[in-house]
């Protein structure tokens, strides 16, 4: 609703910042501000209304946003332009494919990744996520997300003008940038934590920082412990001070307090920050942390999606061409929350991770069976238009096993034991198991635990390796494009984690590394060993075969308009409890039929179950065409798939 108020408020501090709005530019910043500055004051009276400073918050909140512009070179606001031209939201288009990949493990440093590029564009990749760059402690970085300094380039990787140098080549080359934000706490050793230590009231206010045990034994009742065995408890003594910190990961990552206003204030600079150095995506860490309450669990408040759609509102103003991306890794249902409920819907994240179909595709794989995943689609097909996710077979992180107890049940499992099989089965003690992982983040209390693993070694190739079985590795190989084809083609973004476009298995030298030790997460993060990595172009090797079927997979997704996220995919229910179907479908474009068999087993399906209106069928995959004729059977050998079109 229009406020004069407000405007004013808004042309005064613009033409303080001399923003000229008769220039094109600035025009257009002018009507986006103005368009949203009344749900951006709504958004954050909502949080601090009851704050004694509110005022004089807010008004310093509009001047980042207004600086933020100012500062945003001419080449970034036109490709903000660019991307706002299209009805359909520029990050839903079929032709982004990514990659997330740690610089120093991969290339050694960011001077080197450009020499990465046409290995990268070769396989069909255009959007890099480079995971945390900006610096942390050598021995308490939480590989990168326990962030010392926001605003420098940790020196391992290289320097702020490397990256900018990264960024503007990637420019040249229509290739997409993705960073982290770690938004929900510092290092211990950030100036802001330095200066709390010190004694400073207006740092210490940055953090949840008491003088007792009284109130953080209040949050204990009710907040779960995130790493049990390596880091218990939520709270941890600063002797320097004599205060209790919350510290909700590990004891050197201090939660930031954003019922300060001034947390949320210095935060938005900092995206900000971000968004001028050429972002195209940014990838907040952890946003399910950011709110915390007694009495809850201190995860997915009202009050962190509060936040979120505040911080989206003022990027959109300042920044329109930077998405967003949540890093909620949490029950499905709750992932959708994250973007945006009610009023707010689809106004809140661009993105969000779709970790709920990234683990139900390893149960599928583990158990043959489809029936737990089928169960979990209603909610996961409640995605807003215009909003998009991150599809994975897995990532720098744990597997987790998030999906509700209800699914599981309505498959005919038991929710416990059937977890239990599954961590039985990636662990390799189930017995007849081809799959070497490990258990990560046990919980010896609730049973609960996490997976890590590469998707080769998960797959079975490392102990198809081992054994030397012929039989073993091809079924690894195949396995591991199945999975890699059902993510790419389910709608959203393709993210592959870098080493497994060649097969890379779990590396266990992390154990001599007494930094790294104690987190097995680092088994799944490889040293590239760019002679191995050569091998995608020599004829019969597993890298080869890899390599060149993950490229095919994202040629064909490329040339497929169909394949775009406008919310336009149906399941297909079929006889079969082995068989994952579904079409993608939409105007003027024909349907894609995508069938993927999940067991190791021959399986048959009645081509009549999935009404193809056509005669014929051409698989994009092998290239054959099928003919329909009344009672055709399409026939699968174990871990096969299709990519159907009528011709």
Known sequence: MYQFSLHRQLRQLMDFHTIDIHRESDELFYARALSNIATIHDLFVSLYGDHRKKDEYFQQLLHVIILAHANRRQGLRQKDWVKLQNEAAWFTSNELAGMSLYVDRFCGGLKNLPEKFPYLQNLG?????LMPLFQSPEKESDGGYAVSDFRKVDGKFGTLDDLVMVQQKMETK???LM?????NHTSHLHEWAAKAKAGNKTYQDFFYMFDDRT???QFEQSMPEIFPEAAPGNFTWVPECNKWVMTVFHNYQWDLNYSNPAVFVAMLDTVFFYANLGVDVLRIDAPAFIWKQIGTTCQNLPQAHTILQLLRQCVQVATPGMALLGEAIVAPRQIMQYFGDGLARGKECDFAYNAT??????DMLATGETNVMLAAQEVLQQKPLNTSWITYTRSHDDIGLGYE???????GFNAYEHRKFLQRYYSGEWEGSPAKGALFSVNAKTGDARLSGTLASLCGLERGLEEGNDESIEQAIQKILLMQANSFFIGGVPMIFYGDEVGYLNDYTYQEDAAKAYDNRWMHRPIIDWEKNSRSEVAGTIEYQIYQGVK?????RKSLPVVADQNNLEWLHLDSKH???FVRSGAEKKPLYCLFNFSGSQSNLDLATIKVNGKSLIDHWTGITIEISAGGTLKFDGYQFYLLEEL
Do not use: T
């Open 357 to 362: 179909q990234m683990a139900l595709q390893w």
């Open 125 to 129: 990749v255009n959007l890099l996520h």
């Open 179 to 183: 960073l982290d934000i770690v938004f």
């Open 579 to 581: 068989l994952a179907a």
């Open 215 to 217: 109130i953080p034994d």
């Open 552 to 556: 095919k997979l994202l040629g064909i």
């Open 174 to 176: 229509k290739m997409y």
């Open 405 to 411: 107890d209800a699914m599981i049940s309505a498959a």
